[in-house]
């Protein structure tokens, strides 16, 4: 997986790895706590090294409604003791696996744990926000700013950024994007509608 991003655990993480990806986890010298996924993209031997390795897991028929995917987030998400979910290298090389994981927020069972989750790989870092106030801190490295409705969005405002809006309203998904930080944080607040936050960098 050509600049993967992996994390840096601390002991009392959770690492779930997903098919390929659980293996690359290894490699990496990242002990998981769980592997998920029809495992269609390795080899035998390769299935046979993560399973002399790795406890917990869970194999699955490559004929299944959820994708590899959403099946690990929803192992996280019935967590409700953790924090943070953090999915690693969710674009890949094709667009179609890429939409899957951004339209997860949309399913009923993950909507009230996407306050809890983030999409990183080496440019992007998405967040998601339901109706309210916020503040965010700018990421070192990341220059660019970009707000995603991913719905209609209702009175959106936007401060403490290079182009600043107040109270804006969009009756469709709209895409505001190439912003940056003025400062080291930003304000961000609406009444309704679901919004994404990219903070990005060209490199």
């Not at 995917?69 to 996280?76: G, P, Q």
Request: glycine letters at 6%; a negative charge.
């Amino acid at each position: 997986m050509q600049n993967s991003v992996f994390p840096d655990p601390e002991p009392q993480d959770n690492i779930i790895g997903v098919d390929k990806g659980a293996l690359l986890c290894l490699e990496k010298g990242i002990s998981l706590t769980t592997a998920v996924g029809d495992f269609d993209s390795i080899t035998f031997n390769q299935k046979a090294r993560l399973k002399s390795i790795t406890k917990d897991i869970r194999e699955f028929d490559s004929k299944k409604d959820e994708t590899d995917a959403e099946i690990a987030l929803k192992i996280a998400v019935t967590d409700r003791d953790v924090e943070s979910i953090v999915i690693y290298n969710w674009t890949g090389g094709r667009i179609d696996h890429m939409l899957s994981v951004l339209y997860m927020v949309y399913q009923p069972k993950f909507l009230k744990a996407i306050d809890r989750i983030s999409l990183i790989n080496e440019t992007n870092t998405i967040r998601f926000y339901k109706p309210g106030d916020y503040t965010l801190l700018k990421e070192l490295g990341k220059e660019y700013l970009s707000f995603i409705g991913m719905t209609s969005l209702s009175k959106l405002t936007l401060k403490g950024v290079k182009y600043p809006i107040e109270n804006v309203s969009y009756t469709y998904p709209r895409a505001l994007i190439s912003n940056e930080f003025s400062e080291k944080q930003c304000q961000i607040c609406f009444n309704e509608g679901l919004l994404a936050v990219i903070q990005s960098s060209d490199k």
